[in-house]
């Protein structure tokens, strides 16, 4: 161990956690800090008790025990050990233990003191998951408050340290140079018209026979991964190709991580499991396809969907480095060195994209109602938090304070999230938890039972199986069930269809074929989902969906079990429910109302409603309203000309904005017993007056009259709706002696004034009476003086006395 460059500051690391209780470790890849720290630490005079080291993923956890086991010249499972979900070695000489970080987070919610640990050292922080996020503010809050001894060290290859000294009171950062061996990149560019399996197999061809040494190819996902070791076993005959990824039975991942006994050259494709912690012995070459797939979580369909993204920039450098782990190398990159620069310079945190129901609960369990008071990196977001936390209300395992209740507690002894942990405990109560726990595995575990969209398929499939890493699973879901069968206290013997215990754990995804074809599928939450034509599920009504990949419009489902309607009724009745509904038939421009059968949004049944709710009725009614506005009523021209008077007065009472606001004071009272609009217009007309007050009838009176005065005393309605403006037909000889424009409204504006003959026929249209007076009036003159001969025709009628009467009527009057 004497040649890894970590131990040039190892001193260094020692004697900052001699002095304090939290360190920061900056080490790039190659330089030892996975399996050389944690030894190094045992022999301290403060560390007692164990070294837990955390891994981000089972292969990396399993490979880093059993390199510093073959260190010390031992077997894991001595002086070190390792946990992961499916497979443990450890004994009672176990000092350093590695294990999952989700397996840390089960530890110290079990024993918040860490009873027996004297450092916990958290691996590839860098990476940002969710359960090492939370599992380091677990700590830090277990440090502060009940062990002010325990020792912390955050380590990372590529880390912003100096985020991660703050988060830890300011700790101590410990860099490492590392060790420097030459890396060549070369760009191939990304080709569109090969599949991601063909350009990578491509590419590691072309490597086979320019280069020397093991390849590392990463590819996004397991399908291509098994579709790209087809092609090279085809075209590279001679090549051990080895598949790296999760669902690889132990045996295979150690072949891909050692060299080969035989000293075959190997090709290793591998997901980003192999980006970081791994050493992958032997191999000088890499071909990065540049893409990462990632769950996140897709907040409205409710489903956590695997993502292909552009690898970062961070990704790339800690995927490149692989090949000068150990000597000089090259990495092959497809994808062209000009848009390097504008990938994402790091992952996302796990935090910001992934459920955050696991974390609610974990919380709870802690006693942490405010998840703001922990020390976090990047603290979970307030309103998914919310919304997760009323899931986890809905399924009793918080109580209307957000405390966590006893079935909650059990809930969160089970690892794995809540809703599934929900549906055990529900199948332990009635006898039948072995099933539930083997489809709560089979969720979580891609590749058992093969790939079916058919869960009950596949977890038949997966009961005949034979082999490590089914027998291993199988174990693992019996542990559970018991300790499903030790919380929930009681148990039953009721034969419990599996679709039905899916539902008590997915209410809102018990989906209904809305299609003959069976593609597609409304579920009862109210999401579309679709379904592979070729699927065995195309021929069920009902189904229960497990998984689904996809946008929320239309999620592809990728699991799910089919439900029988008879389970439905029997099983599922207390989710059925009787509704009054209520739809605004915009055709018959009236309420129509249903009495419905439901299951969530899926209606079972639908009769009319004789007796609908008639508050309902009424809301709706002023829903459309609202939503259509005031054009929607039958208002009629007194109702529509008051209106426009109130706006010209600035009588906010009458604004549209108001009316629609106080809807409910001076509109509901007409609708009462009515399923339509149809209300009279003078009904309307007097409530929208009798909104006004005396004093505003007076301003409105005043500023905006319904009718305009003359000066030769006669009234002539003003009409408000006129494209002009508000505008009043009169005769001209009316308006003698007048020379200046009436106006409405505040401001003023000029009311549009049509003059018309003695006969009733127009003259001229004018806003401006002076003007009109003193120009085209002369003309009017010579043509009215001959066709009304007996009637007034004055050359400077603003000085003359209004009247309708003739010549001779107005002169004798005089007398």
């Not at 390199?67 to 009672?92: F, H, N, P, Q």
């Not at 290793?268 to 979580?297: N, P, W, Y």
């Not at 079935?407 to 599934?420: C, I, K, Q, T, V």
Request: charged share 25%; hydrophobic share 45%.
């Amino acid at each position: 161990m004497s040649e890894l460059p970590i131990h040039a500051v190892l001193p260094d690391l020692l004697d900052a956690l001699r002095e304090g209780p939290s360190a920061v470790l900056i080490a790039p890849p190659g330089a030892g800090k996975t399996t050389a720290v944690a030894p190094a630490l045992i022999g301290e005079p403060w560390c007692t008790g164990q070294v837990i080291v955390l891994s981000p993923r089972r292969v990396a956890a399993r490979a880093a025990a059993e390199r510093m086991a073959e260190l010390l010249g031992e077997e894991a499972g001595g002086t070190i050990g390792y946990v992961t979900r499916l497979d443990a070695k450890r004994s009672a000489r176990t000092r350093v233990l590695v294990m999952t970080e989700a397996i840390f987070v089960a530890t110290i919610l079990n024993d918040p003191e860490l009873t027996g640990v004297s450092a916990v050292l958290f691996d590839e922080a860098h990476e940002r998951h969710l359960d090492s996020d939370l599992g380091l503010a677990l700590a830090i809050e277990a440090q502060g408050v009940l062990r002010e001894d325990l020792r912390i060290v955050v380590m990372s290859a590529t880390l912003d340290g100096a985020r991660f000294a703050r988060l830890l009171g300011d700790a101590p950062v410990v860099e490492s140079e590392g060790r420097a061996f030459p890396l060549e990149l070369r760009w191939l560019g990304a080709r569109a018209d090969l599949k991601v399996e063909q350009q990578v197999a491509s590419a590691v061809m072309q490597a086979w026979r320019e280069e020397s040494g093991d390849i590392l190819a990463f590819l996004p996902g397991v399908a291509q991964i098994e579709r790209c070791a087809d092609l090279l076993r085809e075209k590279l005959p001679s090549a051990l190709v080895l598949p790296l990824h999760g669902q690889v039975e132990p045996a295979g991942q150690r072949a891909a991580i050692r060299r080969d006994a035989q000293g075959r050259r190997r090709v290793v494709l591998a997901t980003s499991i192999a980006e970081t912690s791994l050493t992958l012995d032997g191999v000088s070459v890499v071909v990065d396809a540049g893409l990462s797939r990632r769950a996140e979580f897709d907040k409205v369909a409710g489903v956590t969907r695997l993502v292909t993204h552009r690898a970062s920039q961070a990704a790339a450098t800690q995927r490149a480095g692989r090949a000068a782990r150990q000597g000089p190398g090259v990495a092959y990159r497809l994808w062209e060195e000009a848009g390097h620069a504008g990938r994402p310079a790091f992952e996302p945190p796990e935090i910001l994209t992934s459920d955050l129901g696991p974390l609610a609960l974990t919380l709870a369990q802690w006693g942490a109602a405010d998840a703001g008071a922990l020390a976090w990196l990047d603290p979970p977001p307030a309103p998914a938090m919310a919304a997760v936390q009323a899931q986890l209300r809905a399924l009793g395992a918080l109580d209307d304070e957000g405390r966590i209740t006893d079935h909650g507690r059990a809930m969160a002894r089970l690892p794995m999230e809540p809703a599934l942990a929900h549906m055990l405990l529900f199948a332990a109560e009635r006898g039948c938890e072995t099933q539930a726990a083997r489809l709560a595995l089979l969720l979580q575990e891609r590749g058992l039972g093969g790939r079916s969209d058919d869960l009950a398929l596949r977890l038949d499939r997966w009961n005949g199986e034979r082999g490590a890493r089914a027998e291993a699973s199988r174990k693992l879901a019996g542990r559970w069930a018991e300790m499903a069968r030790k919380l929930a206290g009681k148990s039953g013997a009721a034969d419990v269809p599996l679709g039905v215990l899916l539902a008590e754990a997915f209410p809102d995804r018990i989906a209904r074929a809305r299609s003959a074809s069976g593609e597609e599928w409304l579920a009862s939450g109210g999401r579309g989902y679709r379904l592979d034509p070729a699927s065995p599920l195309v021929t069920a009504k009902w189904l229960v969906i497990g998984d689904a990949q996809g946008e929320a419009k239309g999620a592809r489902i990728m699991g799910g079990i089919a439900l029988d309607e008879a389970d439905i009724a029997r099983w599922l009745g207390h989710r059925l429910e009787e509704r009054h509904a209520l739809w605004w038939n915009a055709e018959a421009g009236r309420v129509e109302a249903r009495l419905e059968r439901r299951l969530g949004q899926v209606v079972l049944a639908r009769v009319p409603d004789p007796k609908p709710d008639p508050d309902a009725v009424v809301a709706l009614l002023l829903e459309r309203v609202r939503a259509e506005g005031l054009g929607i009523l039958p208002l009629g021209a007194g109702a529509r000309a008051l209106i426009v008077r109130g706006t010209y007065a600035g009588l906010e009472a009458l604004s549209e904005a108001a009316l629609i606001t106080d809807l409910d004071d001076w509109l509901a009272p007409m609708l009462a017993g009515r399923r339509d609009l149809d209300v009279s217009p003078g009904k309307l007309h007097d409530a929208l007056l009798n909104r006004l007050d005396w004093n505003e009838r007076q301003t409105l009176d005043k500023l905006a009259p319904a009718e305009f005065r003359s000066p030769a005393g006669t009234s002539h309605a003003i009409d408000y709706g006129h494209e002009g403006g508000p505008m009043v037909e009169l005769r001209v000889q009316a308006l003698f002696g007048l020379d200046c424009h009436p106006a409405v409204g505040q401001p003023p504006r000029p009311l549009l004034l049509s003059l018309t003959s003695p006969g009733g026929k127009p003259i001229q249209t004018t806003a401006d009476l002076p003007g009109f007076w003193r120009g085209s009036w002369k003309d009017v003159v010579k043509d009215m003086k001959g066709r009304y001969p007996k009637h007034r025709w004055p050359e400077t009628p603003w000085t003359e006395d209004p009247s309708l009467k003739t010549r001779n009527a107005f002169e004798a009057s005089r007398k």
